[in-house]
């Protein structure tokens, strides 16, 4: 049973703490959710997927941006992979996932006032946060590496020899350093917020704490997570980005699955599917 909304001010959403295999069990539940969506859940990974081709054929020439983008990428996964949430929640609900569910998911943000607490709007404004974030890297990135480079670093081979394996040069330490510093409090604000903001009508604030207390409870089970994210979309870059198409939807699943084990916030008033 939910709280009157006067108390829910008061409330916050309990966290668990899970085992450290716990992310392999999200891996496995990500995958059956994959199989059975289908060419629907595929489609996220294709988008991407060509998305990423569409930077990689525009910047192939400015590898100083290509990097950054690239890493980006990773801080505005959360949002892009909304309607996978979606998917996800309404196959745990016994619904149908087909078109509209995802029409539904994207396009109802239009159905809430734009103050209304917990409405659809949080997932806006906390969309554009990340997207913000993810330029601010791109932008800080390029800067890092044009300025200290000792070459101009255009292709992924000049990156190779004066970034990574620069002698006497410890740009590249600086380069993942000064994205992890950005990276680490990013992940920890929205590993669990998107999914929950999605799932309940929660205000902005209460899901960015509530995430970083998920964070806090389990530090060792999210070191993991975070790693098998990083280390699977790497595998999906390695591929010519055609890993991306299978991985992008398994993880989006899989994070699905990771707020449902890590957080009760069932106090909280549940949103309509695609509300």
Same mark, same amino acid.
């Given at each position: ?8 001010s008061?409330? *916050?959403?309990? #966290? ?8 392999l ?20 990974? #294709? ?12 910047? *192939?020439? +400015?590898? %100083? ?12 996964a959360? /949002? ?10 309404? =196959?745990? +609900?016994g619904?149908? #996932? ?7 998911t994207?396009l ?6 734009? $103050?209304?607490? @917990?409405?659809?709007w949080c997932? /806006?404004?906390?969309? #554009? ?6 330029t601010?890297? /791109?932008? &800080? ?13 255009? &292709? ?5 020899? +004066? ?15 000064? @994205? @992890? ?12 917020? $998107? ?9 902005l604030?209460?899901?960015?704490l509530?995430? %970083? *207390? ?8 999210m070191? !993991?997570?975070?790693?098998?994210? $990083?280390l699977?979309v ?5 591929t010519?980005?055609?890993? !991306? =198409? ?5 993880? @989006?699943?899989?994070?699905w +699955? ?16 695609? *509300?």
């Amino acid at each position: 049973m939910t709280a009157p909304p006067a108390e829910l001010s008061a409330l *916050r959403p309990t #966290v668990h703490v899970v085992p450290l295999s716990a992310p392999l069990q999200w891996l496995l539940l990500g995958w059956r959710d994959l199989l059975r969506c289908g060419y629907l859940s595929l489609a996220h990974g #294709v988008l991407l997927a060509a998305f990423g081709l569409t930077l990689l054929v525009t910047a *192939r020439q +400015h590898f %100083w941006l290509l990097a950054g983008a690239f890493s980006g990428f990773l801080l505005v996964a959360p /949002v892009l992979a909304t309607s996978l949430y979606s998917m996800s929640r309404a =196959i745990e +609900h016994g619904g149908s #996932v087909g078109w509209q569910l995802l029409r539904d998911t994207w396009l109802s943000w239009q159905q809430s006032r734009f $103050m209304e607490a @917990g409405g659809y709007w949080c997932l /806006v404004r906390f969309g #554009v946060l990340l997207a913000l974030a993810g330029t601010g890297w /791109v932008l &800080t990135s390029a800067a890092l590496i044009t300025l200290l480079a000792a070459a101009p670093v255009n &292709t992924p081979v000049d990156f190779l020899r +004066h970034v990574v394996l620069a002698d006497n040069s410890s740009l590249f330490e600086a380069w993942l350093a000064m @994205g @992890g510093v950005l990276a680490a409090p990013i992940f920890a604000s929205s590993v669990v917020a $998107m999914p929950l903001l999605l799932d309940r009508r929660i205000n902005l604030l209460v899901a960015v704490l509530t995430s %970083w *207390r998920v964070v806090l409870a389990n530090p060792g089970t999210m070191a !993991l997570w975070a790693t098998l994210i $990083m280390l699977l979309v790497l595998i999906g870059f390695a591929t010519g980005l055609l890993g !991306l =198409i299978v991985l992008i939807p398994l993880l @989006g699943h899989a994070s699905w +699955h990771a707020y449902r084990a890590l957080v009760d916030a069932s106090a909280f008033p549940e949103r309509p599917r695609g *509300r």
